[in-house]
């Protein structure tokens, strides 16, 4: 199955992820740039960028700089200050008793990508910045990792540091797991950490140094290319009701349990895992073709969301079948889900609209534009952003735009599931083509990751949920909200935080997070693979 989230001992999944200059920022934004340090390693190439280019009359740089001071108060409340770790999640009040008991990979990169745009916004000072950063790395320095690969497992204690082996929700046994992705999310702060934190850049070098990213690459699965597993277990998993097989795909160190599960569909947050191995020259080009941009169109494949159209191209000697699904007059490549996330996190880091103008230059302003015109039109919310959050109903849930997810089962945008059956051709007829939605839960995140490519309209919303849902606390956004019943999720999740700030970084304080990962190396491993590409999305 293509790109599920991997089971984990909690009812919530982990989340799965065009350089401008300072000064063309301030110009796009009519506002005074907080001076950003140059990249020791190479600064990015100048002019590479239109990310900006929007009208932005309505917006109002103090605001959003207020919501980012808020968003920084959250992730330092969530923080340990013996160990510098920050926590998965806390309720709404910061209270540091309220704090979880466990933290991954993923969170522990988003913390420090947010330090590094707390500094670049003026919030903290670059002292207090490379304190922190330091701190948290020193921690990461003496943390049980996979010795031949330099990967982290994805829980640990944060006041401790150590592996969690019996969840603190439920007491239940955990099999330490290394995932893919979520070693992904942190390789790109520790990347961004190296390049623009000097006080801080041999501790980030040496960690980014001794990861291995081939370890996740398998070059004989199913797709030719080669594909991303989505992890291993360095002990047999037992029963976990998880597919796995013994090998190693580095020749370093003891045999591993892989799972059978690859990241096979390129609309997903798990490309940064690919684009690191391209910078380390550890995964080869093909695997980024290896990717389905949608299944085939015909009926043998008839079980996904609708039959796409496309044409099939040639990279690297691998056939690329160039599909996209329709949308209210546009193709868009889907992601898995449909969700905000998975077409844009990558995004933050990689400027995938500038340096493949034809794919990602196209899909992303019109999944954005999707997302709206789902939220304000079709569903009629009143409000739009989609992906996956705390459920204001209770727990951990994949919220996204049925239509703009390969998935049958839909990520659904409202709480009642709504689900959207348009058919598929005339392989399967259509059941459910204009369904009336319900209680639509919008995740502020979505919009902030949106504020990218659409400044206006995403401004607009975000203001709007704070003010008329109040969806907002001492700590910034809530997490999610469902919009007709008024229910909010009162609580704040370090990885959702962290996408707020590194939005807000690359918005308010001229591109930061990209140039700081941007750099000349990242560019000469990325944009030539990335670029040749013709997506069959368009409006």
């Not at 999640?89 to 933290?103: A, D, E, K, V």
């Amino acid at each position: 199955m293509a790109n599920t989230a991997f089971p984990r001992p909690s009812s919530r999944p982990v989340s799965r992820r065009t350089v401008i200059t300072a000064a063309a920022a301030a110009a796009a934004f009519g506002v005074a740039t907080p001076s950003a340090l140059a990249s020791p390693y190479g600064a990015a190439r100048p002019g590479a960028d239109a990310l900006l280019r929007r009208r932005t009359r309505t917006v109002d740089q103090a605001r959003m700089l207020g919501w980012a001071r808020d968003t920084w108060h959250c992730m330092v409340a969530m923080t340990d200050p013996g160990t510098g770790l920050v926590a998965d999640n806390i309720p709404g009040s910061l209270s540091p008793g309220g704090r979880s008991r466990f933290t991954s990979p993923t969170n522990i990169g988003g913390y420090l990508w947010s330090a590094v745009a707390a500094r670049d916004l003026g919030i903290i000072t670059a002292g207090e910045c490379t304190r922190r950063v330091r701190q948290t790395l020193a921690t990461l320095l003496r943390m049980d990792v996979h010795d031949a690969s330099g990967m982290y497992v994805n829980w640990y204690d944060p006041p401790t540091g150590d592996v969690v082996r019996v969840w603190p929700e439920n007491g239940s046994t955990v099999v330490p797991f290394y995932s893919s992705v979520d070693n992904g999310w942190l390789g790109a702060a520790l990347y961004v950490v190296r390049n623009s934190v000097p006080g801080a850049r041999e501790l980030a070098d040496r960690l980014w140094q001794r990861m291995r990213w081939d370890m996740f690459y398998d070059p004989f699965a199913s797709r030719p290319g080669g594909l991303i597993h989505g992890g291993f277990y360095e002990e047999d998993p037992g029963s976990t009701n998880t597919a796995v097989f013994k090998g190693n795909h580095i020749g370093v160190g003891p045999d591993v349990w892989y799972t059978d599960h690859h990241y096979d569909t390129t609309v997903s947050e798990t490309r940064i895992t690919t684009y690191l191995g391209l910078i380390r020259g550890q995964v080869p080009p093909t695997n980024y073709y290896a990717l389905w941009r949608t299944f085939p169109a015909t009926c043998d494949w008839s079980w996904h969301e609708m039959q796409p159209v496309g044409v099939t191209r040639n990279y690297y000697g691998i056939e690329v079948y160039e599909g996209a699904y329709t949308y209210r007059g546009m193709r868009i490549v889907p992601g898995w889900g449909g969700s905000m996330f998975e077409e844009l996190m990558p995004a933050m880091f990689v400027p995938e609209e500038s340096w493949a103008p034809r794919s990602w230059g196209v899909n992303h302003p019109l999944h954005v534009r999707a997302q709206r015109e789902h939220g304000l039109l079709e569903a009629g919310y009143g409000y739009w952003g989609f992906s996956p959050s705390s459920d204001p109903a209770g727990g951990y849930r994949e919220f996204g735009v049925d239509l703009l997810g390969l998935n049958p089962d839909g990520y659904f945008s409202d709480e009642e599931k709504t689900n959207v059956d348009v058919g598929f051709g005339d392989c399967r007829p259509a059941t459910n083509p204009h369904p009336t939605f319900a209680d639509g839960v919008v995740t502020p995140h979505a919009s902030f990751l949106a504020l990218m490519f659409e400044p206006d309209a995403a401004f607009a919303n975000l203001s709007r949920i704070e003010t008329e849902l109040g969806a907002y606390g001492a700590g910034g956004f809530f997490d999610a909200v469902a919009v007709r019943s008024g229910t909010i999720a009162q609580r704040y999740l370090s990885l959702d935080q962290a996408m707020a700030m590194g939005s807000l970084g690359n918005v308010l304080a001229g591109g930061d997070m990209r140039r700081a990962f941007a750099t000349r190396q990242a560019e000469q491993a990325i944009r030539p693979v990335i670029g040749i590409e013709t997506f069959g999305a368009g409006a």
